[in-house]
RNA sequence: GCGCCCGUAGCUCAAUCGGAUAGAGCAUCGGCCUUCUAAGCCGAGGGUUGCAGGUUCGAUUCCUGCCGGGCGUGCCA
């Protein structure tokens, strides 16, 4: 059950009543302990519009009410403070227990394409990826959870000019008698070397820019070369995947190179939309008079460039049109950087003219900030500057294991192996989930690989904690009920109860950092509580028992959705 | 120039789309391991929410102007 949902019905509908239309109960989870567990604030909205005191109309509402699980109380200008009673807080949490879902309820399944992580297969993922990865694939656990039917895009890049030098470069390579298959281990070495002979050796770019000409020809030896480049850093991205607990696979890419096909075919259909596609200095081209560039000039969707090629304007309404028409997708959500909302607002402006998106569809940009560099410059994403995604995450987790064997030096090697693992990686992705999607972060070790405080070993910790209780427990099974007494263990209850809420709000726009926030006020509620109430030893060791059980099993669930796992010990 | 985004404690970030006394972590200082793991708990200090107006019962939030920063702005993605 959404306690939230229940008392925001329950005043709005007395206020509805009252007021002879529409009036929002505006029902929130409260801010301070003093005013309560939620509260309700249309009243004053409501007292203004229909002149009248709004201490008054606050009795009136109170007075429909028939609160069976609450109190209330007059507050302030016109606040109603809503008090719930501790019996139904335990009465749900008894309930709680048998929920597979915690609470939440399942939703009719829509289709939802998140597109998400896309890579550029000439090079290995970088700490860039970070965000577009963790967030996108947060969003789709979530989304899972509650029983959509969610469809991963990876939208991987694998086409374009700047495989000319990596072709021509392999094709040197292995007339040199050389191992393509070691040279490719280091992809980020062999894209940096391709792209230095690039600018150093004229003839080399020569042959690279025809290597460009002939790979779009559909040449077979270029297309074969490329084939196993491909091959190779998908296998790479997968590693990381794999390392980084990311739900994606190689089923889940579809590349830019699928769409080549449709791309002459876009073309066509655009042109023969009236006046849509205009030739405008050899380019064909989509004006819109929202769109505007320098000087106030007109800016153009370029949709075919003057030199015949396709741009990843075209590209991206290709993927439109498929996820439409093929993948019949109700949403699609875009986890894309911020510097690319005109080019999606283009994108999703032609695709809607065009008819490839549907007047019943929801395409939505959720864009993130930049990874910007301690001193506040960014993080270049041209020539190979960046950190390797993969380096981070075996820093993360050797620092982790070199905490773990202080910690906790009596376990095994695998062990430490394993909870270094576990928290290393947690803390990453934590630190990545846990702020603001759309503002920029700015990238720094320590921060990141943090295990104190606000970040994921400090929820994993909690989790432990339990999980150490049950240990000394030994218990063969749980039979009781909840019964609360005091106000830590109210107020961890409760928290407990808010687990759908928290969901969400995390959806309403996208922001892992709310499930993030809730799980780690979550454990601080435990924390206290463990502090406080003894567990073991108390008169009722059942009852707190059972609000260990639940505690952990919300923590548990709730990383889960974040993409990040929990440890007996650590 | 124009468009979009941002400016909150020394630092990194919150603030549940207009709510009550702006909250955490890190760092600093003080207390708590003979009871379930101290990666923890309890407490202290630290703020003119960039500046100036406006809207109203009420503004970090909405509007206007300014200052400062970022991104984007026709054939890279």
Redesign the pocket.
Known sequence: MNI?HFLDHSFTESLTDLAGSDTPG?V?????A???HY?A?????AA?KLKTN?RELAQQVISTLNPEIFTTKI???????IHLHTSFIAGELNKLHEDQLLGVDPVEPTKIVVDYSAP?LAKEMHVGHLRSTAIGDAIVRILEFLGQDVIRANHV?D????FGSILAYMDRLSQAGESLSTELKDLEKFYKAASALFKTDDEFADIARSYVVRLQGGDPKCLELWQQFIDESIHHSQEVYNKFDITLTRGDIRA?SAYNDDLPVIVQELSEIQELLVE????K?VFFDEF?????????A?I????G?????A?DLAAARYRTRVLNADKVLYVVG??????LRQVFAVGRAAGYIRDNQEFKHLPF??ILKSD???FKT?DGAEVKLIDVLNEAIDR?FV??SD??PSLSEVEKQE?ANV?GLGAVKYAEL?????????F?WD?ML??????A??L???Y??I???F??ASLDSLEGKIELAEEAEIRLGLKLLQFP?AIE?TL??Y?A??MC?YL?EL??FF????????????ENPTS?LLICELTARVLKQGLNLLGITT????
């Not at 086409?159 to 700047?162: E, N, P, V």
């Not at 440890?567 to 650590?570: A, L, P, R, S, Y």
């Open positions: 939230k505006i929130k989870q409260a801010q301070r003093e005013f309560g509260q604030n249309g009243v004053m909205a203004k709004p507050a302030g200008p016109g606040f109603i403070n550029n890049g086409w374009g000019a700047q830019e405008n200095e050899g380019a081209c505007k560039g320098k000087d106030d000039k007109p800016l153009p370029i075919q460039k003057s030199d090629g396709y741009p990843y304007m590209t911020g510097e690319q909302l005109l080019h900030g930049m506040g410059s960014r041209r982790a905490l773990v910690k906790n909870i928290v846990s702020k603001n999607r759309t503002t920029d972060y700015i720094d921060t943090s295990f104190e405080g606000n970040t070993p400090y994993q910790y909690a432990t904690r999980r150490s209780i240990r000394r809420e709000s309403d726009d922001q950092n709310v926030n780690y454990s601080g924390n206290t509580f463990y502090e406080q109430c003894p567990v073991l030893n108390s707190r440890v007996e010990q650590m």
